[in-house]
């Protein structure tokens, strides 16, 4: 597998034979920190760079700019043979990048559009009750108020303090051997920092903190968080754990809901599980007696086994996707996880010589006494919950 993966520096490359070629430029960006008087400010910063770009490439090369929460992707396609070129142009492009060049009022008022149809998802309004998160209350888009504040400096501002050579990084599928040194060549920094006051706020978790929004949807959104133990742990141990857990609830029978997925969230210092479910919005549910039942009980060989089968075909998967690669290589990245050896090189070795006992360290840790939680949607509040 290490012939088909590399990682150097601030780059990761995954050879692939293909005709086109496809890489991304990732920056860390400033949008925790954002107020809600400038919020959408990286999101409209965004629209701008995506507008920009478009113009200069034109033909030789297809465009995506999204903005995530911990960092800002550049999507490029091209034709393989001539990646090189069109990364040299991309980066010329981004080093004399200023919003005065693109169409601002035109990007503001897409951007509005968007914040009116953009609401934060039920994670998100989790992680914003049990963090206090004022950031996570409001969509990435901002809102029709705080956009209209934002004007071109504050933009090219930004741009100068988040978007440089030493807060980047890179990541290639499609490329050819031959090109892989001038690709390195081209990407060559070492350093991923912001600045001391841009670095996103230190999160603490507040437990026992039930919120909820009554929408007009169909069904109802839950979703609840457990803080992960702050001792040092194997993270491979806890995505294990998640999977085991999915698992038994998926296996429970009378659960009058739908099971979304069981995630491991960590950022900003902050190490969640988090139980994501759905119900109709006239059914009786109670959510804390499944998470307790599930987290209660303790990891079996078979459920260890089957959690390790699951794990490969997980990992595996991500080389065969292009796009799932790049997310899961940049948010390891961009979370400071990345082993000193490449992950898709280690994990069968570290998968394989898991044992039971490292992730019940981690399970008899967790203390369901320490929820937050938040539903969204049409079903009446449950005890506990306030607006």
């Not at 991923?192 to 437990?207: E, R």
């Not at 007009?216 to 992960?228: I, N, Q, R």
Request: hydrophobic share 35%.
């Amino acid at each position: 597998m290490s012939e088909d993966w590399l990682l150097c520096e601030n780059t990761a490359i995954l050879l692939t034979e293909s005709q086109e070629a496809l890489f991304s430029i990732n920056y860390l960006n400033g949008l925790m920190n954002e107020t809600r008087e400038c919020a959408g400010l990286f999101y409209l910063l965004d629209d701008c760079i995506y507008q920009y770009l478009s113009d200069i490439l034109g033909d030789t090369a297809e465009i995506r700019v999204t903005t995530y929460r911990d960092y800002t992707r550049i999507l490029v396609q091209c034709a393989s043979l001539s990646v090189v070129s069109v990364l040299r142009s991309t980066l010329k492009a981004l080093s004399g990048f200023s919003a005065k060049k693109a169409d601002f009022e035109d990007c503001r008022e897409n951007a509005m559009d968007r914040s009116l149809r953009s609401l934060p998802d039920s994670h998100d309004f989790c992680r914003a009750v049990c963090f206090d998160a004022e950031r996570y209350r409001i969509g990435i888009c901002g809102t029709e108020e705080s956009l209209s504040k934002i004007t071109v400096e504050s933009l090219d501002e930004a741009y100068c303090r988040h978007y440089t050579p030493k807060n980047r990084f890179f990541c290639f599928t499609g490329i050819r051997k031959e090109d892989i040194r001038e690709i390195k060549s081209l990407c060559r920094e070492r350093t991923i920092a912001l600045l001391p006051k841009d670095k996103p706020p230190v999160l603490t978790y507040h437990p026992g903190r039930f919120r909820y929004a009554m929408t007009d949807w169909d069904d109802t959104e839950c979703a609840l968080a457990l803080p992960l133990p702050q001792t040092e742990y194997n993270h491979f141990a806890v995505e294990m754990l998640c999977k085991i857990f999915e698992t038994r609830l998926r296996r429970k029978k009378n659960l009058c809901m739908e099971v979304d997925k069981v995630l491991y969230y960590l950022n900003y210092g902050a190490k969640l599980i988090i139980f994501g479910f759905s119900f109709a919005n006239d059914t009786e549910v109670d959510v804390f007696q499944p998470i307790e039942s599930v987290t209660g009980k303790p990891v079996s060989e078979a459920e260890l086994t089957a959690a390790k089968e699951k794990m490969i075909r997980s990992y595996e998967s991500i080389l065969k996707d292009p796009l799932d690669f790049m997310t899961f290589v940049t948010e390891d990245f961009v979370n400071n996880t990345m082993y000193d050896l490449s992950v898709f090189d280690v994990f069968h070795s570290y998968i394989a010589s898991m044992e039971v006992k490292e992730l019940e360290r981690v399970r008899k840790e967790l203390c369901v006494s320490d929820l937050s939680g938040v539903t969204i949607g049409g079903h009446r509040p449950l005890s506990g919950f306030l607006p």
